[in-house]
């Protein structure tokens, strides 16, 4: 499936192995909160199945994205989805930050945080770093405790820190009827570089 001029691809549109996609509504938001624009480069840290990635992709279509991933299968996922959505810009960077971020060759617009496997302080330093003046780093996280280590780092490390957490319920057909089914809140949390 190629990039098509509607951004927000429905889950069902993704190649899905076992590691999680972030939800559509989710990626439609994390991506607004970004304002990704069509030159921007993206660096897409703990990008899971991609999703979040491909919607980078999509907003970014004259700019670059880069996907990092530690997980072999989910980076089989990325490629996967990178190459039925047509996403010729992406590039998957293998391995774990902050180590594999060394392998990103150029400064950051945009900066997505997924995952960071324990080790979210050296992981924002390297954010703060490589982002340009006028950038923007959003962070998606599903634990109270994730979410409070990370608002104190983006206060230390970036200005304009802001917090929300989003709750979607999906409709489902029951009995002819419909029945709202809840999904895990998500903390969603922006700031502005301080260059």
């Known amino acids: 499936m190629p990039m098509s001029e509607i951004a927000a691809y429905k889950d069902e549109a993704y190649v899905r192995g076992k590691a999680p ?35 980078a992709a999509h907003a970014a279509r004259d700019g670059r994205v880069y996907a990092v991933e530690g997980k072999a299968a989910a980076q ?18 293998k391995g774990l930050a902050p180590e594999a971020l060394e392998q990103v060759p150029e400064m950051a617009d945009r900066i997505i945080v997924g995952g960071t496997g324990g080790q979210m ?23 109270l405790e994730n979410a ?18 989003v709750g979607i319920s999906r409709g489902e057909k029951i009995g002819g009827l419909t029945m709202m089914k809840a999904q895990n809140p998500i903390f969603i949390m922006t700031a502005d570089s301080r260059g």
């Open 121 to 143: 302080r050296e992981i924002f330093a390297w954010c703060r770093d490589h982002l340009n003046p006028g950038g923007r780093i959003v962070c998606n996280f599903i634990t």
């Open 76 to 93: 089989e996922l990325i490629a996967a989805n990178a190459a039925a959505f047509g996403a010729d810009h992406v590039t998957l960077i």
């Open 21 to 55: 996609i972030t939800k559509r509504e989710i990626r439609i938001l994390t991506i607004a909160l970004l304002g990704v624009g069509p030159r921007d480069v993206v660096v897409d840290i703990g990008a899971g199945t991609g999703g979040l990635t491909m919607e």
């Open 148 to 165: 409070a280590r990370a608002r104190e780092l983006m206060d230390e490390f970036f200005t304009e820190v802001e917090v929300i957490q």
